[in-house]
């Protein structure tokens, strides 16, 4: 599986960005995604998840209220929609795949649950 982010930019706070992740393989509709973040000096860090058929999803409470996960599986695409941006949101944004039918929150907030990974795409929030 292959994955492409993209959407990322330079943006003020308080802006929005709406990144986007294009999977190659044909069965994406089977498969749970996840979006994760690292910013310089820092581990990897979950930030929203979805299950494979879009009816359940997951959100850091760093993020909640402001970020939304979605997946389109007619385009092979899933999205994250970032709104009222700060600057501690500037980070490396990466997208996984995990083709597991069982779905749970500590599953989905797990970097290891996760079997392809994205190439990321930067965000970077100015105040």
């Known amino acids: 599986v292959q994955l492409q982010a993209s959407g990322g930019g330079l943006v003020q706070a308080g802006g929005s960005l709406r990144l986007s992740c294009a999977a190659s393989?044909?069965?994406?509709?089977?498969?749970?995604m996840g979006w994760f973040r690292q910013a310089p000096g820092k581990e990897r860090e979950f930030v929203a998840g979805?299950?494979?058929?879009?009816?359940?999803?997951y959100s850091a409470d760093s993020v909640k209220g402001r970020f939304t996960v979605s997946k389109d599986n007619a385009k092979n695409t899933v999205y994250l929609l970032t709104n009222s941006l700060k600057p501690e949101d500037t980070a490396v944004y990466y997208c996984?795949?995990?083709?597991?039918?069982?779905?749970?929150?500590?599953?989905?907030?797990?970097?290891?649950?996760?079997?392809?990974w994205g190439q990321g795409t930067q965000v970077t929030v100015s105040s």
């Open positions: 996984a795949v995990d083709g597991r039918a069982f779905y749970s929150s500590s599953y989905a907030q797990s970097p290891v649950t996760y079997s392809y």
């Open positions: 393989a044909r069965t994406f509709r089977t498969y749970n």
């Open positions: 979805i299950k494979w058929s879009g009816g359940i999803t």
